[in-house]
């Protein structure tokens, strides 16, 4: 395009341009000054170029838009891979500042807690691996990732909320230690309804065992016929059984007296369990043998305590169950004053006569 002499080829530019009229060639020619132009879809930006450009050196437009693609392109890469690194390192020091955000509070709620045991006259240690840690650690991993305040999710009473439930267990292990000695029927079990069979045996025999003696010697000196005799005895019989139950309601009035002192120092420990602190100590022994003493002075005492309540109480009457027996037997009919039946006056024989006489246990051992 150019001489030798750096001047354009006049004749070879022309040729560039669509030659002479002989070339035969239709219509318009493009020269080296026809540009080409191209739009950047994304920044609206232009590139241009011509044949002329590009025979200088230059590059088409298309190179120059694909060019600046790629090197916006590589922009935002570096601009991306900055903005993550940045948010990675945001991410990782905010992941820092929590971790030691939720340590400093697992750590202050630790030594409150530790100080609400040691409140209670405990060593704190002792309850450390079944209360203290594990409530604990169970707030701190529940804690969310970032939380802006860990701290607050340690409750101020936390403390005393453990503290509570270690008190809480300790006083429902006692009372099942407790209860497994003292059950609900204890009283009953060691105080039985039986302790009154023996006594009352005794009470009765004392004041029935003379009359039915009498009453076999009024049929033998023949003041009762044997139909006589089998009446007043099956009247002393009446009468006996109407004393068992007397007495027997005395015996369960004074052993519901003893089993109430007795469920009443048991209840004590009870509630003496119930209001137990962590430091508090307490011996279900003591109780024990405390319950063993007064159940041993209560089986001791109830034969006197069963007399005193029976007093001077007379259950029969010699000359009421002559005569009980006197009216059955018909016109032989007795009485206390004329034990031998009849019209006559007869008088009584020392031995009948001391026959008549009312006993209770009071001159009890003069039958």
């Known amino acids: 395009m150019f001489t030798p002499g750096g001047q354009i080829d006049r004749l070879t530019f022309a040729g560039l341009r669509g030659g002479g009229k002989g070339g035969g060639g239709g219509g318009s020619q493009k020269t080296l000054w026809d540009e080409t132009t191209v739009v950047d879809p994304v920044t609206g930006e232009a590139y241009t170029s011509s044949p002329w450009s590009m025979y200088q050196g230059g590059k088409s437009a298309a190179e120059q838009l694909n060019e600046h693609i790629r090197s916006r392109r590589e922009q935002d890469q570096q601009t991306s891979a900055a903005a993550q690194q940045a948010a990675a390192a945001k991410a990782a020091t905010d992941e820092t500042t929590f971790q030691g955000k939720r340590q400093s509070a697992y750590d202050t709620a630790l030594q409150d807690t530790l100080r609400s045991f040691q409140n209670q006259g405990v060593d704190p240690t002792n309850y450390r691996s079944n209360y203290i840690d594990p409530a604990l650690n169970r707030i701190n991993a529940g804690i969310q990732d970032l ?3 860990p701290m ?57 065992d003379p009359l039915s003696q009498q009453l076999l010697n009024a049929e033998k000196r023949h003041t009762l016929t044997d139909t006589g005799y089998n009446a007043a005895l099956e009247r002393l019989n009446q009468k006996r059984t109407a004393a068992r139950d007397t007495v027997s ?29 962590l430091s508090s100590q307490f011996d279900p022994n003591a109780y024990t043998s405390r319950a063993n003493e007064l159940v041993s002075r209560d089986l001791s005492n109830f034969g006197g305590a ?24 018909g016109a032989t009919n007795p009485t206390a004053a004329n034990p031998r039946g009849g019209g006559g006056g007869t008088a009584l024989t020392p031995d009948e006569e001391l026959a008549t006489r009312k006993r209770g246990l009071g001159n009890t051992g003069a039958f």
């Open 147 to 149: 939380d802006p305040n």
């Open 152 to 208: 607050g999710q340690f409750p101020t009473s936390l403390g005393d909320t453990i503290v509570n439930q270690a008190t809480s267990d300790r006083r429902t292990q006692l009372q099942n230690q407790y209860n497994s000695i003292f059950t609900p029927n204890y009283s009953s079990t060691v105080l039985p309804d039986t302790t009154t069979g023996t006594y009352i045996d005794q009470i009765l025999g004392e004041q029935f």
């Open 249 to 277: 309601n005395l015996g369960s009035n004074i052993l519901s007296g003893y089993r109430s002192s007795l469920d009443d120092l048991v209840s004590g420990g009870r509630s003496a369990i119930a209001g137990l602190g």
């Open 306 to 329: 069963l007399r005193n309540a029976v007093g001077n109480s007379q259950f029969a009457d010699l000359s009421d169950l002559i005569n009980a027996g006197g009216a059955v037997q």
